[in-house]
């Protein structure tokens, strides 16, 4: 078995590299999901998350940081011992109910709760959780923006229309 630690990439800005035509990507991905999520309300008649709608089940426990973790992996939350609550909820990736034997990817996400730092979005500056997801695949099937748009485009195409709403309710 190769030496995990010598194949580990220590996070540095350096490591993600902005994409041409992100910003662009971007906004049509979320205007993708809007639309999609209009399409679900209107199903259902009342609202539901742009991804991961179906919940499978949930779980509380503990995420217990060890003191002897190697230097390169010591970083972030991990960078020293201590025990976090957390939340994990597992789903499946459509942003619609959809048929349990449907094949979809399947995640599990973990919230960590009283993680201090700095936050990725300016929105929540103060939060003290961190969020990490999982998939029941070895990589991210997208592998970028571009690819994950039209993966995103193909799912708003499978859910299925609501029927046309009457003015009266």
């Known amino acids: 078995m190769p030496n995990l630690i010598e194949q580990y990439v220590h996070y540095s800005d350096d490591v993600e590299v902005k994409q041409p035509d992100e910003d662009r990507l971007i906004r049509e991905t979320l205007n993708s999901v809007a639309r999609m999520g209009q399409k679900v309300f209107d199903k259902h008649r009342h609202a539901m ?5 179906k ?9 217990k940081i060890y003191d002897n973790l190697p230097a390169p992996l010591a970083q972030g939350l991990f960078r020293e011992p ?23 990817f399947r995640g599990m996400a973990i919230k960590v709760i009283g993680v201090e730092g700095i936050k990725l979005f300016s929105s929540e500056p103060d939060a003290l959780t961190q969020d990490f997801l999982m998939i029941n695949r ?3 099937p997208a592998g970028n923006v571009a690819r994950y748009l039209n993966e995103q485009v193909l799912q708003e195409k499978v859910v299925v229309s609501a029927p046309k709403r009457r003015n009266n309710f």
Not at 49 to 53: M, S, V
């Open 55 to 63: 919940g499978h089940g949930g779980l509380k426990g503990e995420l």
């Open 82 to 104: 201590r025990t976090y609550p957390v939340m994990i909820r597992f789903s499946t990736a459509p942003g619609d109910i959809m048929p349990d034997g449907m094949s979809a």
């Open 49 to 53: 998350r742009g991804a991961h709608a």
């Open 138 to 140: 070895p990589v991210f």
